[in-house]
């Protein structure tokens, strides 16, 4: 009733709407970057050989912001916290090619502003096409028809309900065996499901296994935990081929400084009640490009296996959008 007499109070804009991209003259700049500014024939980061990069812009303003990707067959799509969906090809120049844009059809509350729409990762299900949405503010994971046609089905699972407003489902993979795994970015594990000494150390981060679709109604995840290295909390990860987990950390320090870390979960550790110690496999930071890495993808390339990150920008003059692509080596 109070929100009716504002609206129509002279003078009154009311609330910014949440910016989204405009799906009729979608459009992406890219331009190379190297690895590494100072040494241009440099191609490895650990266990990653870099296949090359670019930074992307555009001129619609609501461009950025992207925390998850997914990169079925040769389409790579983006997904924005704010809800915005960039999809696109790469020729061998890694110019945008087929671009499209799009908005989520639907999600938790209104869709009005940034906090309705903070959709922080995302899983694909390449058998069926659907695409699961992880929200971090709402603790709750949305389904949507192949290409975001529709929304499905959605859950706020009670597994997930303690779980830090800001610091929520920051990871969501599909595992090969059709298992879903979702991290907390901080959310530490439970003491209820504490596994011997070391799930009660404070650096672990709580994780859940799903059997199936997680938004299966009455489907209850177990709990594992995940302990990310170092100073760094979970931005994002994905399954590689033969079932192990794939994970993106990252770290930021003052003056304004933003790192990142791949890891990888064994599948063979990857279990309800597991207290895992992810191997790591490439350190991205000076002098090497860093930023702030939120997004990662696997797809396969005759018999290599790709790795794909994107940064999320911020949609700040500080930052970039970066999308790199490796080899993962070993």
Known sequence: ???LCQIVL??????????LLDVDHPNISAVRVLLDAG???RK???ALEYLGGVSLTSRDPAFGGFSSLSVVGDRITLLSDGGNVASFRLNREMQPRAIRFANLPAGPGRGWDKRDRDSESMAVDTATGRVFVGFEGYNMIW?????????????????MAKWPANGGA?????????????????AHVAPAHWVGNDAGRLKTRD?????SDPTTPGLQPLHFAYTPPGRFDTSDATALPN???????RDFRLPYHFSAMVSRVRARDLHPGAVTHPERLALLDSPLLHDNFEGIATSREGDDTIVWIVSDDNQSWLQRTLLLKFRLRG
């Open 243 to 249: 079932g192990d987990l794939l994970v993106l950390d």
């Open 39 to 41: 040494d241009p024939d």
């Open 44 to 46: 490895r980061a650990g």
């Open 143 to 159: 389904r949507y028809a192949p290409d975001f046609a529709r929304a499905e089905r959605a859950i706020a699972p009670a597994a």
């Open 170 to 186: 920051e990871t969501l993979a599909r595992m090969p065996d059709g298992r879903f795994v979702v991290i907390s970015e901080v």
């Open 10 to 19: 002279p003078g009154w804009s009311g609330e910014e709407r949440l910016a």
């Open 1 to 3: 009733m109070i929100a």
């Open 207 to 211: 994780g859940l296994i799903f059997a």
